[in-house]
């Protein structure tokens, strides 16, 4: 994490007070929540809509924080105390975060597109940890708040930081990238997450894109290489880039050349190696992830010959493909942390070539942003289903009905079961499992399916 005395600090933004006094304070990480202070930490206070952080200056200072800022439009600072008045608190944090990633002699991975962000950050930091001090975005600190944060919690001595870059709207990921200065990024695919926003999936892919604009000179952009929206884009691109593709098309710099589906993750060779890779991680999509994950490895110098035991150490950021079991031996697939029809029938072809179940069961809910084709989206979730794969289909939330709706014409009224409220579902659910049962959980977010996997597991 950032060490530096008070007086450094003020040096690395724009500071409207004197505060010469309390120079050598030594200042240790930095933290925006006063419940959760470490000793030596810069406390950054932010004016919330019900919540001023100011209120909580000097009680942070009480419990060990060695100083804080203090936006320069609250009235009263305690300037008895070691701060910093800055115009504002979170642009200051980002400058902070700026200059200090700038100090460090750190390589910086950015990684965005609509799925598997996340899964192939933690797989690029499994990969790149056999051979390196990495540190990676925690959570989903991946935005103009969380990434400031993550990068500000580097080390000195960290060589590779792998840092998602997530967005809702155009210019976000612009902002981010030029803030970390990668020197390798990913975009691991264009899906419809955004389209509320963003209306088109051209648009997305221009969003998503525009993490090229901090890429260094010269740097490493990888691409899904199946996608048309990025590699046409690509090609228009007027800085100095290197360019890899990852995918299932032999026209890609990585492909795979054999796939096996296993009970607990996925076996594969791929065109450029003999060796045989094993991911502890479900669903042959996530080879894809993979892939990408392995290219920017390469990129560092790390062989093959090792990745197996990085990708064998990868730890997936909770709900994502998660295997669990509930109170009656069911086997249960938590991928609720979020949906969009691309994720969503990726992990519904998964279930249903699972072998060794005698009963499978699909509990999905609405995926949000979608814009104004929602319902058709949800709707044609549904028609897709396989009734001689799939036993029953349980949905949640206004959405969900329209999945339920699509399903309703192949597997009858008796399989398909649509639920606005959570505890209804729930209590329907747990009359049909048992141990030979498997359910596969996913929706955006915001409907909270976890909940669901939560009371399967109650005793």
């Known amino acids: 994490m950032i060490k530096r005395t008070l007086k450094q600090i003020a040096q690395m933004i724009s500071v409207n007070n ?49 100083a804080a800022l203090w936006q320069s439009d609250v009235p009263n600072p305690p300037t008895h105390l070691p701060i910093l008045i800055v115009d504002d608190c979170l642009k200051a944090l980002q400058d902070l975060a700026r200059q200090y990633r700038n100090e460090l002699p750190v390589k910086v991975i950015g990684i965005t597109g609509s799925n598997g962000k996340t899964t192939t950050k933690d797989m690029t930091a499994s990969l790149l940890s056999t051979s390196y001090n990495v540190k990676k975005t925690e ?34 990921i612009e902002f981010l990238t030029k803030l970390a200065c990668p020197d390798a990024v990913v975009i691991t695919n264009i899906g419809e997450s955004h389209l509320l926003d963003l209306g088109s999936r051209e648009a997305i892919a221009e969003a998503k894109l525009e993490i090229l604009q901090g890429l260094k ?36 710099d990585l492909y795979p050349t054999d796939i096996i589906q296993l009970d607990q993750g996925n076996r594969f060779k791929i065109n450029d190696s003999t060796e045989t890779f094993e991911l502890p991680v479900l669903g042959t999509h996530n080879i894809m992830n993979a892939l990408a994950a392995m290219l920017i490895a390469r ?68 995926m949000l942003e979608l814009g104004p084709q929602e319902e058709q989206y949800h709707t044609q979730i549904g028609e897709g289903l396989n009734p001689e794969k799939i036993d029953l289909l349980f949905t949640y939330g ?38 030979k049962t498997l359910v596969l959980v996913k929706a955006s977010r915001g409907m909270k399916l976890e909940d669901i996997v939560t009371a399967l597991q109650k005793k």
């Open 18 to 66: 004197d505060q010469s006094k309390f120079g050598d304070v030594q200042i240790s990480g930095v933290s925006i929540d006063s419940r959760k202070i470490s000793s030596g930490n810069l406390f950054i206070p932010f004016k919330g809509e019900q919540v001023d952080g100011h209120k909580y200056v000097e009680d942070s200072i009480k419990k060990g924080a060695a």
């Open 139 to 172: 959570g989903n600190y991946n935005n103009h708040i969380g990434l400031p944060l993550t990068v500000l919690g580097l080390d000195e001595d960290t060589e590779i930081a792998v840092l998602e870059m997530g967005m809702s709207g155009r210019g976000e």
């Open 217 to 252: 000179e010269n740097g490493l952009a990888v691409l899904h290489g199946d996608e048309p929206l990025l590699m046409d884009r690509i090609h228009q691109f007027k800085g100095n880039v290197q360019v890899q593709t990852f995918g299932r098309k032999k026209s890609n």
């Open 299 to 366: 990129y560092f110098s790390v062989p093959y010959e090792i990745m197996n035991k990085g990708l064998a150490n990868t730890k997936l950021t909770n709900m994502r493909m998660e295997l669990v079991e509930g109170v009656k031996g069911e086997k249960i697939i938590n991928d609720a942390y979020n949906a969009s029809p691309t994720s969503m029938m990726a992990a519904i072809e998964l279930v249903s070539n699972l072998k060794g179940y005698e009963q499978i069961i699909l509990v999905l809910g609405d």
């Open 398 to 435: 206004q959405l969900g009905k329209h999945i339920a709706k699509g399903a309703y014409s192949s597997f009858g009224e008796k399989r398909v079961f649509a639920f606005t409220d959570k505890e209804e579902l729930i209590i329907e659910l747990e009359k049909y499992v048992h141990e």
